[in-house]
C-alpha cells in the first residue's frame, strides 16, 4: 500500500458526460500528480500542484482540470467526456515540490471507461 | 523537455534467465532515474531509484540497475526471474515537476 488513495477505482459514463476523480496523497505530501494511462500514449503526465498552487502542466486537455484543496486532496476533473478518454488515471504524490531526490508515490488509479 | 526510450516492449523468457532491460533518457538538468513494476491490475511500485553515488543500484526482489551517464542509459537487470516477475516495467526520469515514463516493457516469465 502506497498511501495514495484514489477513488473510485473503477467509472463507467456516457459520452458527454463530466466526472471528477479523487485522490488523497500520503500523510505530509504536499505535492499531488496526475497521470493518464492508455494502450496507445503509455503514461501521459497531466498536471502537478504542490500546496494548493499548480506547479507544472503537461498534456492535459482543456476538457479537464484539477484542483488541490487546502487538506491537501486533490480532483481531476473530466468534462464531454469522449470515448478516447478512457484509460487508467492515476494520482501520484511525493514530499516536495520537485528538484533531485524527488519520488512519488502512485495510488492503486481509477478506470474510467466512456461508453 | 525530458523523455525516456525502451526498446524490446515485449520480452518472453523462461524462469531462471537472465533479464536486461534497456532504458536511455534525455535530459539536461540533474538526473533522478526511476524504474517502476506494474504487476496485472495493480498500481506502479518503486523498484529501484538512482539519484547519486554508486551508478549501480539494487531494488526490491533482487533487480539492480546501471547508471551509465556517458551512454545517457539506466539498465534494468535481474540474474535470475521468476514467474512472479511477470509484470510491466518502467523506466521514468524526473525533471521540470514531473516524471517522464518510457513505454514500457511487457515481460512476460514462462515457468
Known amino acids: 500500500d502506497s498511501g495514495v488513495t484514489q477513488t473510485p477505482k473503477h467509472l463507467i459514463t456516457a459520452t458527454g458526460q463530466r466526472v471528477t476523480l479523487r485522490c488523497s496523497p500520503r500523510?505530509?505530501?504536499?505535492?499531488v500528480y496526475w497521470y493518464q494511462q492508455s494502450l496507445d500514449q503509455g503514461l501521459q503526465f497531466l498536471i502537478q500542484y504542490y500546496n494548493g498552487e499548480e506547479r507544472a502542466k503537461g498534456n492535459i486537455l482543456e476538457r479537464f482540470s484539477a484542483q488541490q484543496f487546502p487538506d491537501l486532496h486533490s480532483e481531476l476533473n473530466l468534462s464531454s467526456l469522449e470515448l478516447g478518454d478512457s484509460a487508467l488515471y492515476f494520482c501520484?504524490?511525493?514530499?516536495?515540490?520537485?528538484?533531485?531526490?524527488?519520488?512519488?508515490?502512485f495510488g492503486q488509479g481509477t478506470r474510467l471507461t466512456v461508453v | 523537455a525530458q523523455s525516456v526510450s525502451q526498446h524490446n516492449h515485449h520480452v518472453i523468457l523462461s524462469e531462471a534467465a537472465s533479464l536486461e532491460l534497456g532504458c536511455n533518457y534525455s535530459y539536461g538538468g540533474t538526473v533522478n532515474l526511476f524504474w517502476y513494476v506494474q504487476y496485472p491490475g495493480q498500481h506502479l511500485q518503486l523498484l529501484l531509484k538512482y539519484f547519486s553515488g554508486d551508478p549501480l543500484v539494487k531494488g526490491i526482489k533482487g533487480f539492480e540497475a546501471e547508471f551509465i551517464k556517458s551512454k545517457f542509459s539506466f539498465n534494468l537487470r535481474k540474474p535470475s526471474v521468476q514467474w512472479s516477475d511477470t509484470a510491466e516495467y518502467f523506466c521514468a526520469v524526473y525533471g521540470n515537476n514531473r516524471l517522464a515514463f518510457g513505454k514500457g516493457n511487457q515481460v512476460v516469465v514462462i515457468p
Open positions: 500523510s505530509g505530501d504536499l505535492s
Open positions: 501520484a504524490s511525493s514530499a516536495s515540490g520537485g528538484g533531485s531526490g524527488t519520488e512519488a508515490f
